[in-house]
């Protein structure tokens, strides 16, 4: 399972500083074209690859920054290697392919074209619309105080199996969420919680909160005893 973030909020100020600082640094490394020092970075923290600039202004994310400089084939596929999604979009709609085509990057275009590996129960813009509900649901006011970007479902079909993390401030944790063969699993977790957290299942028809049985411990092995 590939384990990826998705970054939604749009408010830096409710960053933690030493948080806030990695971040703009890791950004910054993209904005500027430092290849190396931007995988560097991914090998401290991999879940990045897809993240913004905090605050979420313009959206761009390193494969965008790649595509907006025209970066060699080689970095493009490092960082498609990572784990980068050709299927997100910026704040104003375009994916990296996009960008590459504006600013006439044509080496890029073939690499650059989303690939669906697995799709999406259908009709997936319900899906996605009744996933949106769920978080809506879920989460009281905390989207009411605070904007988040809530996440597009389309980065699960570019892997067999990944895994996506939304964090959400106000519930001291957030939202993991995969692909099962025709519905997605929403696990729903807060370090306030004193079990494991709420498991949903998702379908274009709707969503229901399912039970999920803890696993329980192995039992201890048995003593050994001494040879006689």
């Known amino acids: 399972m590939i384990r990826m973030e998705w970054d939604g909020l ?3 100020e409710r960053f933690n500083d030493w948080y806030l600082q990695a971040r703009d640094r890791f950004s910054d490394t993209a904005r500027d074209a430092g ?3 931007l995988f560097e970075e991914l090998g401290k923290h991999p879940g990045w690859v ?3 600039r905090p605050g979420n202004h313009s959206g761009f994310a390193p494969l965008h920054q790649a595509a907006w400089h025209g970066a060699d084939f080689a970095v493009v596929s490092r960082l ?3 784990g980068a999604w050709r299927t997100q979009r910026t704040r104003d709609g375009r994916r990296a392919v996009d960008i590459a085509r504006e600013q006439g990057h044509a080496h890029l275009l073939e690499l650059l074209e989303p690939v669906v ?6 009709p997936a813009e319900m ?3 009744h996933f949106h509900a769920l978080l809506r649901e879920r989460t009281g006011r905390c989207f009411e105080e605070i ?3 809530l996440p597009p479902l389309a980065p699960l079909t570019e892997g067999p199996a990944v895994e996506i993390f939304f964090g959400v401030v106000g519930m001291m944790g957030g939202f993991t969420y995969h692909l ?3 519905y997605l699993d929403v696990h729903g977790h807060s370090r306030m919680d004193a079990d494991d957290g709420d498991y949903y299942r998702v379908t274009p028809e709707g969503w229901s909160r399912v039970q999920r049985s803890p696993v329980p411990p192995s039992p201890p092995p048995a003593p050994q005893r001494p040879a006689s």
Do not use: Q
């Open 10 to 12: 749009t408010d830096r």
């Open 35 to 37: 290849w190396n020092s």
């Open 50 to 52: 897809n993240l913004p």
């Open 80 to 82: 498609l290697a990572h």
């Open 117 to 122: 590996v697995r799709r999406l129960p259908s």
């Open 127 to 129: 899906l996605e619309h």
């Open 147 to 149: 904007e988040h970007l």
């Open 180 to 182: 099962e063969e025709d």
